[in-house]
């Protein structure tokens, strides 16, 4: 008899230990909570600027880059061109692929480096824009023209598995920035 009491009372810190488990996991407990820490870490991470080592781009001298970011005309806004070779003969499938690289890969880089300028490309709707540039040498100017003033660029190098070599650029991303900018270094490419 001695033993089974032993026994029920090694049972008894278990299955309180349970109740408890079963009553902090119940949906009405859970869910409330889990919204509630959602929406506090969102809301930290928008009102905190992010500390980077990457310096922060400006495309206007002074006080006029501030206007430019904030001010909600039409004439202000932010939009990004796409630019693709067209030496490489690239199938559409593959240039929509290749531009959604560089598009996402701006993207990426910009939450590291200026969440400011993301948001407020956002705000403007994301514009985007594919031009067509002819060669590698072409697209290394409009890159060195772009990054001179100050704008972002991304370069896509493509992994080579289907219609493209390895390592080959494929399409380069300038801005978001100021579309009067972005315009003075892509305005003169043809439309996709």
């Known amino acids: 008899m001695f033993a089974s009491s032993s026994h029920s009372q090694k049972k008894q810190p278990k299955k309180q230990e349970k109740e408890w488990l079963s009553v902090s996991f119940r949906p009405e407990n859970f ?12 809301f930290i991470d ?10 922060r781009r400006n495309f206007l001298p002074g006080k006029q880059q501030e206007q430019c970011l ?12 796409l630019v693709v070779r067209q030496d490489l003969k690239m199938g559409q499938g593959k240039i929509a692929s290749q531009c959604a690289h560089a598009a996402t890969g701006m993207y990426g880089e ?4 200026d969440r400011f300028l993301l948001r407020k490309w956002e705000q403007c709707g994301q514009p985007k824009i594919v031009c067509m540039c002819k060669n590698q040498q ?10 001179s003033m100050g704008l972002p660029t991304f370069v896509v190098a ?18 978001p920035g100021p579309k009067e900018l972005v ?3 892509t305005g003169k490419l043809r439309l996709l």
Do not use: H
């Not at 928008?46 to 310096?55: D, E, G, M, V, Y």
């Not at 904030?70 to 061109?81: E, R």
């Not at 910009?110 to 480096?113: A, D, I, V, Y």
């Open 31 to 42: 869910v409330p909570g889990l919204i509630i820490g959602f929406l506090l870490g969102w």
């Open 46 to 55: 928008l009102s905190k600027p992010i500390k980077s080592n990457t310096r």
């Open 70 to 81: 904030v001010s909600g005309g039409s004439d202000q806004d932010l939009k990004m061109v």
């Open 110 to 113: 910009l939450m590291q480096s």
């Open 138 to 147: 072409e697209m290394n100017k409009l890159r060195e023209a772009a990054e």
């Open 158 to 175: 493509d992994a080579g598995r289907t219609q493209v070599a390895a390592g080959s650029r494929t399409v380069l991303a300038i801005g």
């Open 183 to 185: 315009d003075s270094v």
